[in-house]
Nanobody, 118 residues
Framework: QVQLQESGPGLVKPSQTLSLTCTVSGGSITTSAHYWPWIRQSPGKGLEYIGH???????YYSPSLKSRTSISRDTSTNQFTLQLRSVTPEDKAVYYC??????????WGEGTLVTVSS
């Protein structure tokens, strides 16, 4: 059973960088054919796909967030990280990491709330 756990600050100031880490257990982030998304849900809105890093290390970013987003990984610790730059209050959301394959989310983290406020 794969488990994912998000970690990082729950409060970020405007214009700063949001940084979250997803720790994966029970599976490897280098497992072939899998990829590792970050997804968020803002209050009162639907799920928004931020981007992902594939088992190969290749990344994909949503066009709407691409200019502010970086996703990286550390294979030695089986973690992958989201950085979202220049945040505004509109970036307040519950952020989820997941494991995916063939356009289907197989496992989700429990999510972590990030608030943007001074």
């Amino acid at each position: 059973q794969v488990q994912l756990q998000e970690s990082g600050p729950g409060l970020v100031k405007p214009s700063q960088t949001l940084s979250l880490t997803c720790t994966v257990s029970g599976g490897s982030i280098t497992t072939s054919a899998h990829y590792w998304p970050w997804i968020r849900q803002s209050p009162g809105k639907g799920l928004e796909y931020i981007g992902h890093i594939a088992y190969s290390g290749r990344t994909y970013y949503s066009p709407s967030l691409k200019s502010r987003t970086s996703i990286s990984r550390d294979t030695s610790t089986n973690q992958f990280t989201l950085q979202l730059r220049s945040v505004t209050p509109e970036d307040k959301a519950v952020y989820y990491c997941a494991q995916a394959r063939d356009y289907s989310m197989e496992y989700w983290g429990e999510g972590t709330l990030v608030t943007v406020s001074s």
